[in-house]
């Protein structure tokens, strides 16, 4: 693994254990796993905890469950249908930049799993009075690298084009293609920034063909196997985990409408429609659905070919309702919002189109600040005279993928 270090260090936030949070957390775990007989022996030991260092630490068991709930309540992911094989990984005393960007690789290692993608997710240490003990800048932990072309435009995924920026000036040395993937941007509170070089063999990518177009392959297009969101925060009984990558396995849509096709992305549409055939001249001869579904083709077909897991978004609509039915019957509600989790292709053909949702947002949860948004674009939050200042260079929307 390779590794460059650079300047900034992790400075201390606003930092509140919420004790009925906290409370309210150890009842619902107590509760969920049938260990009522043990609550308050344990709330005792919280609040103690808490009246002598300001914070408490959750037991092994309670992350791991924390976790789970957290991933059940995200109301912008369709497919927690599995929230329970969640695999936690406790890595919450590791604090030495080598070794969490190591543990990031591990942890794609431990998903990717030969290409049967498992739901993981690894636990670096909360925030504490004196802040973030280490913070993951990218939005995943594998994403590709946009670099500007002299003519004009992206070479490469333009959503990556601010963190490729600022590793390039901490000393990455990026190869300048359309699928280069970004290094890892670790900031520790005594070490700075520092960049690690995921090793390739720890990479599984899928080159994606047609099962009918021949030329599709010459296209070049390829997408990485495991989605492992970095830059989310997990909040857990008042404690909050900035750093905690997990990741489940893809929805097609995902890849072969967003990434691929979204005209902020690596908007492949118009090459795909010209190379069909198709009458590009207005969009009501229905090109881009043409295209587009043909895209989705390949997508599906080629992780199917390579074994990578991975769903469509018609039976992962399925699921999703099959999850709802459960959390109803288990006297729970199932917070969901609807325009993330209706497909961005086909939607009302898919049976999570046709209902309305509970919107409410329950704790444990993850969730997304404005200082982790402006890190995944490679903009530090505050004011950094060693990385120098530059506005940013192109504002995109989080991507469902």
Known sequence: MTIRQGGGGVRSGNWVVDLAEAEAFLRQY????????????????????????????????????????????????????YWQSLQVRDRRDVTDAAEVAAE??????????????????????????????????????????????????????????????????????????????LPLVIETREQGLRVFEIPGEDVLEVPLVHPALDWFADLGLRWYAVPAISHMRL???????PAAPFN????????????????????ILPEVGRRLGLDTSSDRTLWRDQALV?????VLHSFDHAGVTISDHHTESERFLKHLAREELAGRSCPADWSWIVPPMSGALTAVFHRYYDDSRPRPDFHLDEAARLRAEGI??????????????????????
Request: positive net charge; contains cysteine.
């Open 104 to 181: 990031c690789v591990a942890h794609l290692r431990t998903a990717t799993n030969g290409g049967r993608i498992r739901p993981v997710i690894t636990v670096f240490g909360p925030d504490d009075a004196a802040g973030p003990p280490v913070l993951i800048w990218n939005e995943q932990l594998v994403r590709y690298a946009g670099h500007l072309r002299f003519e004009g435009g992206y070479t490469g995924d333009p959503h990556g084009f601010g963190l490729a920026e600022l590793a390039a000036r901490l000393g990455w040395q990026p190869p300048g293609g359309p699928f280069d993937v």
């Open 30 to 81: 107590h509760q969920e796993t049938g260990r009522g007989d043990l609550l308050y022996p344990r709330l005792a030991e919280v609040r103690r905890q808490l009246d002598e260092t300001g914070t408490y630490r959750h037991t092994p068991e309670e992350l791991a469950f924390g976790a789970r709930v957290a991933w059940r309540n995200s109301a912008r992911c369709i497919g927690r249908l």
């Open 235 to 241: 909040r857990i009984g008042g404690l909050s985990y």
């Open 248 to 267: 489940g396995w893809y929805m097609g849509t995902e890849i072969g409408v967003r990434n691929l096709c979204d005209t902020d992305r690596y908007d």
């Open 294 to 298: 043909e895209v989705n083709r390949a």
């Open 380 to 401: 530090s939050p505050r004011p950094d005279p060693r990385l120098g200042t530059r506005p940013p260079a192109r504002r995109c929307p989080v991507s469902h993928g």
